[in-house]
């Protein structure tokens, strides 16, 4: 691993660190509805496959079936890092 990746790879963990800070601090924050979802992660594709494979848990706030359903930031950038990581090592 050269320096600059190592560089890279301290400065995405300490984004994580900082958004984990906020999700302790601001729950609210953290939490975004399906379309924001989407964005976050970069595909619709990404993300369904994510969530039908149980990597990501999603919540819904209320009780009814149709209630929205909402998903951590924190959770997919950390996932996203994770995928990279593991691209990266094999």
Same mark, same amino acid.
Do not use: C
């Given at each position: 691993?050269?320096?600059?990746? +190592? #560089?890279?790879? %301290?400065?995405?963990?300490?984004?994580?660190?900082?958004?984990?800070?906020?999700?302790?601090?601001? $729950?609210? @924050?953290?939490?975004?509805?399906?379309?924001?979802?989407?964005?976050?992660?970069?595909?619709?594709?990404? +993300? #369904?496959?994510? %969530?039908?494979?149980?990597?990501?848990?999603?919540?819904?706030?209320?009780?009814?079936?149709?209630? $929205?359903? @909402?998903?951590?930031?924190?959770?997919?950038?950390?996932?996203?890092?994770?995928?990279?990581?593991?691209?990266?090592?094999?």
């Amino acid at each position: 691993m050269d320096l600059f990746s +190592l #560089k890279q790879q %301290i400065i995405e963990m300490s984004e994580l660190g900082a958004m984990a800070v906020l999700r302790l601090q601001n $729950p609210a @924050f953290d939490e975004v509805k399906l379309n924001e979802a989407y964005k976050i992660a970069g595909s619709v594709r990404w +993300l #369904k496959f994510h %969530i039908k494979a149980g990597n990501i848990k999603p919540k819904r706030r209320g009780t009814a079936k149709n209630s $929205p359903l @909402f998903f951590s930031r924190l959770e997919i950038a950390a996932l996203k890092k994770a995928e990279q990581s593991q691209t990266q090592f094999t």
